[in-house]
């Protein structure tokens, strides 16, 4: 069971390794499905980012998943021999164009779920271009499984000769649309969510208003367009014995603490199942840790059976905690352990808050601001201007971002 974990910066990146991923995968410029919510790399990333994964065990995945057209053919092949250059591991692609392209350079090529495999037959059309097929994240994991049994019974094989691999979405952002084939952004604003430029308009209220009076309705108080996140670490042994290959963690828009909960709380489930310690007590656990980070509220999506979405309750993330920017990190002296900081807004940090710091290199640390001291003299706090310091038992870099960690109370 490999799993997939997003990356829209380098830090990102070092958080999935410490969450534990198999794979990373991740966009360049323009031509994928996050090309405007992404801090998108560039070509030059191309070989850094697949040596850094090279050399952590894991796989690099080069999104390359949106429509293209004529004028665009040049700068997709340019993409793509880079990609083979670096090394990178495969490209996940849906226009026919990328695929083609892919396959005539020897660049293996995974299938995006914008191509909406539903049935075997498109599995079986597929596999004559690719090696790991996504399926429709509308298919109940029933469906899946049926799938997946065809595959092994009838011996399908990707251009590589291995079995065709199966790949499912297990946690993030669902979309109203099939498949995520939604034009309501490009009607409104003329950004097209096929290329990867949605505003996301889904995600607001909306009034009903009657066409002949002045009668409008808030809806329940419910943001109807707009899913909740999908979160399948409840019924994670159903997907496995399903016989999937691949779990999908949606969110290169994500920030890289949310990289490093979500891949971490899969990384033990996926183990725990496989240890026969995949227990009720931990399900609970995982599920509250992986509300402490960005989530729209969980539901199962379709694998189990429903055939309607649930919608959020209230606008943007309903995470139990959340991160108060405070400043950078300037030093950090390996011997006793200590990070200097400056704080650099007008927060506070007192001595036993929570903290976070992220940055390139260092990826995610979390712990506790034990003792502040300023100019060597223990504080109870420190304020905006202040140049302190703090025990720290992970290595930190200068430049890091340094965050205060707040519990959310839930007023809904």
């Not at 997939?4 to 990373?24: K, R």
């Amino acid at each position: 069971m490999e799993i997939m974990s997003p990356v829209g910066s380098y830090e990102s990146l070092q958080a999935a390794i410490q969450g534990g991923a198999d794979a990373v995968y991740f966009g360049v410029g323009k031509l994928n499905m996050r090309s405007r919510s992404a801090a998108n790399f560039t070509l030059d990333d191309l070989p850094r980012l697949a040596a850094i994964a090279r050399d952590a065990g894991l796989r690099s995945y080069l999104t390359v998943n949106t429509v293209v057209y004529d004028e665009e053919l040049d700068e997709m092949r340019i993409l793509l021999q880079a990609a083979k250059d670096a090394g990178i591991s495969a490209v996940i692609a849906s226009d026919f164009a990328v695929i083609a392209a892919a396959r005539a350079m020897g660049v293996e090529v995974h299938i995006s779920t914008q191509c909406n495999v539903s049935n075997i037959e498109a599995v079986r059309f597929y596999a004559q271009f690719a090696d790991v097929v996504v399926t429709a994240r509308e298919l109940s994991l029933r469906q899946v499984a049926d799938i997946v049994r065809y595959i092994r019974e009838h011996d399908i094989r990707g251009p590589r000769g291995q079995l065709l691999q199966v790949e499912i979405f297990a946690h993030g952002a669902l979309c109203m649309s099939v498949s995520g084939k939604c034009y309501l952004s490009l009607d409104a604003y003329g950004q097209s969510a096929n290329r990867g430029a949605c505003l996301q308009l889904c995600r607001r209220r909306y009034l009903v208003k009657d066409y002949e009076s002045d009668l409008e309705l808030l809806v329940d108080n419910q943001y109807i367009m707009s899913p909740k996140d999908l979160c399948t670490i409840g019924f994670l042994d159903k997907i496995i014995r399903a016989g999937v290959s691949v779990l999908k963690i949606e969110g290169r828009g994500r920030s890289a603490d949310y990289v490093q909960m979500v891949t971490r709380c899969y990384r033990e489930a996926v183990d725990a199942v496989a240890a026969g310690t995949y227990t009720p007590a931990r399900i609970a656990d995982w599920t509250a840790r992986l509300r402490t980070v960005f989530n729209r509220g969980f539901w199962d999506g379709y694998y189990l059976g429903r055939t309607m979405g649930e919608w959020s309750r209230r606008y943007g993330s309903q995470a139990t905690e959340n991160k108060v920017y405070l400043g950078r990190v300037t030093n950090y002296y390996g011997r006793p352990r200590v990070a200097e900081a400056r704080l650099e807004t007008a927060e506070k940090l007192h001595a036993g808050d929570r903290i976070m710091v992220t940055g390139a290199t260092t990826g995610v640390y979390t712990g506790t601001a034990d003792e502040l001291r300023l100019d060597r003299d223990p504080v109870p706090e420190v304020k905006q201007g202040d140049l302190f310091s703090f025990p720290a038992a992970t290595l930190l870099h200068r430049g890091d971002k340094l965050y205060r960690i707040d519990t959310v109370t839930d007023e809904y």
